[in-house]
């Protein structure tokens, strides 16, 4: 782990008791071309705070950014980017995507 991901999470944490934290790296999709990287990041944090793992999401890039001009006219982010055309989560992805790693971390309440 790294000394960002363990500052995060005392930041995150440091007056919750009884909050477990996991943090995994997990395969999630990268940009193709240099110009989409921070719709990218916007859309895999869009799916973590819509409580869906990030990992298993792939985008349909060309329509991001007019996504995103929709939700910035509306100023909200209601829903998910819009997926990949024929993309379910858990099926074999298309090599046509690249994937980095990211960190996700995790919040569990105690029961």
Do not use: N, Y
Not at 60 to 81: D, G, T
Not at 89 to 97: L, T, V, Y
């Amino acid at each position: 782990m790294t000394a960002e991901t363990q500052r995060l999470i005392s930041i995150l944490t440091q007056h919750k008791k009884g909050i477990t934290v996991r943090v995994e790296k997990r395969p999630v999709q990268m940009q193709t071309g240099g110009t989409d990287g921070g719709l990218v990041a916007l859309a895999i944090t869009t799916e973590f705070l819509l409580e869906k793992d990030p990992s298993e999401a792939r985008f349909h890039q060309a329509s991001m950014r007019k996504h995103f001009e929709q939700c910035l006219e509306v100023e909200r982010i209601e829903r998910a980017f819009p997926p990949a055309p024929c993309h379910s989560p858990g099926k074999s992805d298309s090599p046509a995507f690249e994937f980095g790693v990211s960190e996700h971390v995790q919040f569990k309440s105690p029961k």
